[in-house]
């Protein structure tokens, strides 16, 4: 425990009651979560086997996994549980499924699939923004812990009546098809826990000490989860911060800070406020703007670190402007600070805000990563494997089935989908199973009948070839013997775009690597927890991101655009209310900065062909004078500065003239 400031040191040894630990942002919270699993095994108070850190991200639970890993050497770790929430759920149903009424190899449904349902209880003709309110009706009741049942006691108008209606037939062909969803991972735990005291007792044997990081973050099932699982007792460490919490649009309820006081009157709160990251301009800047929150427990970050740079304040034309004035900072601060692209992050509201800022930082060549592309496995040809997968193990699954059998098309289509769908519903069979039915294929017409015979020629071999191959190479094989592999070298123009395709698939067989012994629909169930966020290096690049995807994130030069009113704070939070979150958005942003930060602004915007008169976020005038310098406040300085820029950046472009 060496090198932890007091507070830190405090948090790691208090280990016989409830704890929750306020880190402020750059605080050390991951390594005080390290440090006190390490304290937990090598004091003999718990053994590794019998502890659980719960994350929010893949990406946070292997970051801390390998701090683990260096902490705590030989196998004095072996047995330690370092995941989400949901792969924690996932952990949970495979062992107490029977118990909630699922088969072994059930499925885990994506957002695609539950979409699909969804829409075809809805019925034909339904719009999109229908559907969407409807799926997020239904996942705010899961989220909330709430059954079907219990969503319809406490529905409290004609829309959310009809939602628990849809709700429980979706959950009841949910049931029929073996398959559980996203939600379901957090809710049919807590159902179970909450409900059978003797799983309930099993369970606080089997994890004797909870932590969990980024508490402020949990849901109200999430909540319930940690509380079952914790029991009177409360042996736990929940790690949050109230003035990080951003995700309320998601569920997120930041009061479950305050629930753990209420639930455990014993519970110790140990605040962490020296800040490790951020310059004293920027801590002083971000107290002052969060200083405007209401707060339960309140927190003044600090360091012992320089003042650093005052924070800039830019006025802009528009964003082209914008955008124009931030790339060219960029190069010439990275020039004059000899400092890679990798040290500089542009952050802004909304995903649409990227556009200008690509085409500035691509006129100067600055490399650049914009986070939030097509996530790896929403990719077609993996998410075609994946849904082969399931199938094989999972009989059942009529929602992987409808999409393997189509991938790669065969003579099978909607009208024959439908009438086998039905033939199956008669005789109270999964459409896989259907098809194995000589007096099923009778009824339809020979070409898609001989087409789902092939299938379910295939598809038995498979499931033969999954009891002797590893689940990698049993994802080679299906790719070879499916047909996708045929389908995408059809589908590709080129050598190049087949080769990168195939690579997919490749690298899919590759995550399979080292889960030998386990059964292909547990692999595909713990595949379809994994993130976008835990696939890929951004490398030497200037970081693109959202305030919302900064989160846990550090840069040494921060720029922060769209800082108008109606942006920041959003026009929909200024009218519902919620001004204090979008606060907190821009507070985290803030402490996202290392050594200096830019927030910037426009004049004007057009939106539909008209010009939008713009106004500064309110934010501004929250922020402490002494820290900031706007434009033309010292005009000798711009100026000066504003030639170093030009020059800066017609060098870049003779530069590239010259290339």
Avoid at 114 to 141: C, F, H, V, W, Y
Avoid at 259 to 276: M, S, T, V
Avoid at 315 to 331: F, L, N, P, T, Y
Avoid at 470 to 478: D, I, N, S
Wanted: proline share 4%.
């Amino acid at each position: 425990m060496q090198g932890l400031n007091p507070p830190q040191r405090a948090a790691v040894l208090h280990t016989d009651g409830p704890l929750l630990v306020l880190a402020g942002a750059g605080s050390g919270k991951t390594r005080v979560i390290v440090e006190k699993i390490a304290h937990l095994i090598d004091s003999g108070r718990m053994p590794a086997k019998r502890i659980a850190a719960i994350t929010f991200t893949n990406k946070s639970a292997k970051e801390m996994r390998e701090r683990v890993a260096k902490r705590i050497r030989g196998d004095a770790a072996d047995g330690l549980t370092i995941c989400t929430f949901h792969a924690l759920g996932l952990k949970f149903l495979q062992i107490e499924h029977a118990k909630l009424g699922l088969r072994r190899g059930f499925s885990i449904f994506d957002s695609d699939d539950s979409a699909a349902q969804i829409k075809d209880l809805l019925g034909t003709g339904t719009k999109p923004d229908a559907l969407e309110d409807m799926r997020n009706l239904i996942s705010r009741a899961k989220n909330a812990g709430l059954s079907p049942e219990q969503a319809m006691a406490e529905a409290r108008s004609p829309r959310e009546v009809d939602a628990a209606t849809v709700y429980a037939l979706y959950q009841a062909r949910l049931g029929t098809f073996n398959a559980v969803d996203f939600d379901d991972l957090i809710r049919l735990p807590v159902q179970l826990l909450e409900s059978d005291q003797d799983c309930a007792l099993a369970w606080r044997e089997r994890i004797g000490y909870l932590l969990v990081d980024e508490c402020q973050d949990t849901n109200d099932a999430q909540y319930r989860l940690l509380k079952a699982i914790a029991g009177p007792r409360g042996l736990f460490t929940c790690v949050g911060d109230d003035d990080q919490s951003i995700y309320a649009w998601r569920g997120a309820n930041p009061d479950n800070l305050l629930e753990l006081g209420r639930d455990y009157p014993a519970l110790e709160i140990i605040k962490l406020e020296q800040n490790y990251r951020c310059s004293n301009r920027v801590l002083r800047a971000a107290n002052a703007l969060i200083a405007h929150n209401p707060h339960a427990h309140p927190k003044t970050l600090w360091s012992d670190q320089a003042d650093g740079e005052r924070i800039r304040i830019w006025e802009c034309r528009d964003s082209a402007h914008e955008a124009e004035k931030v790339a060219a900072e960029i190069q010439y601060v990275a020039n004059a600070k000899r400092a890679p692209w990798s040290d500089f992050c542009i952050l802004f509201r909304g995903n649409h805000q990227s556009r200008a800022l690509e085409k500035a930082l691509q006129l100067l060549q600055i490399p650049y990563h914009l986070t939030g592309g097509t996530a790896f496995l929403e990719r077609g040809e993996v998410k075609d494997a994946l849904s082969w997968l399931r199938l094989i193990a999972n009989p059942d699954d009529d929602a992987a089935f409808l999409r393997a059998v189509t991938s790669p098309k065969r003579e099978v289509g909607a009208t024959t989908l439908a009438k086998l769908a039905e033939l199956a519903q008669h005789a109270h069979m999964p459409m896989s199973r259907a098809i194995e039915s000589v007096g099923a294929l009778k009824q339809l017409a020979p070409r898609a009948a001989n087409a789902l015979d092939g299938f379910a020629t295939i598809l038995r071999g498979l499931r033969e070839d999954a009891r002797r191959l590893t689940p990698a190479e049993l994802v080679r094989e299906l790719a070879q013997r499916s047909g996708l592999l045929q389908s995408i070298r059809a589908q590709c123009k080129d050598e190049a775009s087949y080769q990168r395709r195939k690579q997919n698939l490749e690298e899919l067989a590759d995550w399979f690597d080292g889960g030998k012994g386990a059964g292909p629909g547990e692999l595909a169930a713990q595949l379809a927890l994994l993130s976008h966020a835990d696939k890929g290096d951004a490398g030497n690049q200037v970081r693109l991101m959202s305030l919302h995807g900064a989160k846990g994130l550090e840069f040494r030069y921060v720029f922060i655009v769209g800082v108008d009113d109606g942006n920041l704070p959003h026009e929909a939070s200024i009218e519902e209310g919620r001004v204090d979150e979008e606060r907190r958005l821009l507070y985290v942003g803030i402490t996202r900065a290392k050594e200096q930060l830019w927030l910037s602004h426009s004049r004007q915007t057009q939106r539909w062909g008209d010009i939008i008169r713009l106004k500064p976020s309110r934010f501004f005038e929250e922020l402490p004078a002494a820290e900031i310098q706007r434009d033309g406040a010292d005009p000798v300085a711009d100026a000066a500065r504003k030639q170093e820029r030009a020059t800066a950046s017609l060098a870049a472009i003779r530069a590239l003239l010259d290339g």
